[in-house]
């Protein structure tokens, strides 16, 4: 039996509007982040507006991967690049776009203590409630799949390739569009994947 999904789809300006909210807290909690560290892919885009919105022009990325599909993963996640920027005797703001198992995080968490920073704190949009990694800062817990807007083609594309059938990919294209993405992008992307 297949699994159901459901998604949610938040816009450009609710991601936005998360982040400034994220940075208040961080603020608000006392905690300066010295340097800000991006996790590739999907915690590149909340990283740069994070330095922008905390004032923080030092930033950082390592990538790490772990999901090979929505809603599936390789048994462990893999470091795939290193620190790009040296995070010793720093205060590290660790930014990714979702804790869903949280082993990403985890990894990604101890990798900057090992590699000498002072202190390392998380900050997600998003985190699943079965997370083993709860962020020190948080905007939403859900247990939908979130597709981002810099991942829209990469989940159409996904969509299309895991269900066989165009009626098949067409409801579960139905199902993303009824959870937030804008029909008529949905439609643009999809004329280029074929």
């Known amino acids: 039996m297949a699994t159901t999904i459901n998604y949610e789809a938040p816009t450009w300006n609710q991601i936005y509007e998360m ?10 909690s006392s905690y300066q982040p010295d340097i800000i560290v991006g996790v590739a892919r999907g915690g590149l885009v909340p990283a740069r507006i ?28 893999t470091l795939k690049q290193g620190l790009t920027k040296s995070v010793v005797a720093k205060k590290a703001l660790l930014v990714d776009d979702i804790s869903d198992t949280g082993q990403s995080l985890k990894l ?21 409630t079965s997370t083993i990694t709860t962020p ?20 159409l594309r996904k969509i299309l390739q895991k269900n066989r059938g165009k009626r098949a990919a067409n409801q579960e294209i139905a199902k993303l ?15 280029t994947l074929k």
């Open 19 to 28: 982040l400034v909210d994220q940075a208040e807290k961080i603020r608000k």
């Open 50 to 77: 994070l330095t922008d919105l905390l004032g923080v022009p030092e930033v950082a990325t390592i990538q790490i991967e772990f999901y090979v599909d929505i809603a599936h993963t390789s048994p462990q996640p």
């Open 108 to 128: 990604a968490k101890r990798y900057l203590l090992e590699q000498g920073a002072k202190e390392a704190k998380i900050a997600t949009l998003y985190a699943k």
């Open 136 to 155: 020190d800062y948080l905007e939403k817990q859900t247990e939908n799949w979130i597709v981002f807007p810099w991942e829209t083609r990469e989940t």
């Open 177 to 191: 569009i009824k959870a937030g993405l804008p029909k008529r992008l949905a439609e643009r992307i999809l004329k």
